[in-house]
């Protein structure tokens, strides 16, 4: 039973540039969240997707944005980027969302040179 | 809004010895409460969770924790931890009334010595 996966692992870009991450749900899951977690501190909520629409977000600017395709699967796009931008970027799934413990993969490092 | 405070940044132990890291947290609505454990270049696993029911709660690799809902806690405890254990550990919180969007505190590194 293959948990959640992500790719790529590692991504190195430049300033100005743009990215996008993408995450297979465990089986079974249909819910997909996203988070930032910055070296040495805990991980933070992006967004999430149920049902192919953003249904919650978290204190983060436009420049990021998402998508949840029939299969569940979903990326996460984040343009015009900037050197705070360097983390590690989590992926988790559940089924549904109230209260359902959540599955992470284990990210994607994006360096932002 | 939820907040999650981890008191330790850093937790030393000697192999063998018994281990409490603290959680407390702060939210004006029901929360639903969970540890998890991330080793280097890793996502996180999840150790337990506490949604309702018994205030005590066992997870994997014998780790438990204690939900105290009068001091807004939620304190994580081994009673004899191994060198395997040493790694960060996050506590979390998600509200009842905000689907399931974690939010984290700072992490605490446990680390097991010989």
């Known amino acids: 039973d293959a948990g959640v996966t992500q790719s790529p692992t590692h991504l190195i870009k430049t300033r100005g540039q743009q990215v996008t991450l993408r995450c297979s749900p465990k089986?079974?899951?249909?819910?997909v969240s996203w988070y930032q977690q910055a070296l040495g501190q805990g991980p933070q909520f992006i967004f999430q997707?149920?049902?192919?629409?953003?249904?919650q977000r978290g204190n983060f600017p436009d420049r990021f944005s998402g998508h949840q395709y029939p299969n569940y699967s979903s990326e996460l796009n984040v343009n015009a980027l900037l050197l705070g931008d360097s983390a590690l970027y989590l992926c988790?799934?559940?089924?549904?969302?109230?209260?359902?413990?959540?599955?992470f993969g284990d990210g994607t490092r994006l360096s932002i040179l | 809004a939820q907040s999650v405070t981890q008191l330790d940044s850093q937790v030393p132990v000697f192999e063998e010895a018994p281990v409490e890291l603290r959680c407390n947290y702060s939210s004006s609505v029901s929360v639903y409460l969970f540890w998890y454990v991330q080793y280097p270049n890793q996502g996180l696993q999840l150790l337990l969770k506490?949604?309702?029911?018994?205030?005590l709660v066992k997870g994997i690799n014998g780790f438990e924790a204690e939900f105290n809902k009068s001091q807004t806690s939620f304190h994580l405890r081994k009673p004899s931890v191994h060198i395997s254990d040493t790694a960060e550990y996050f506590c979390?919180?998600?509200?009842?009334?905000?689907?399931?969007?974690?939010?984290f505190g700072g992490g605490t590194r446990l680390m097991v010595k010989p």
């Open positions: 089986s079974g899951h249909d819910t």
């Open positions: 979390a919180v998600s509200a009842d009334n905000a689907g399931n969007m974690l939010t």
């Open positions: 988790a799934s559940s089924l549904g969302y109230r209260g359902r413990p959540q599955h």
């Open positions: 997707y149920y049902e192919e629409e953003e249904r």
């Open positions: 506490y949604l309702s029911g018994s205030t």
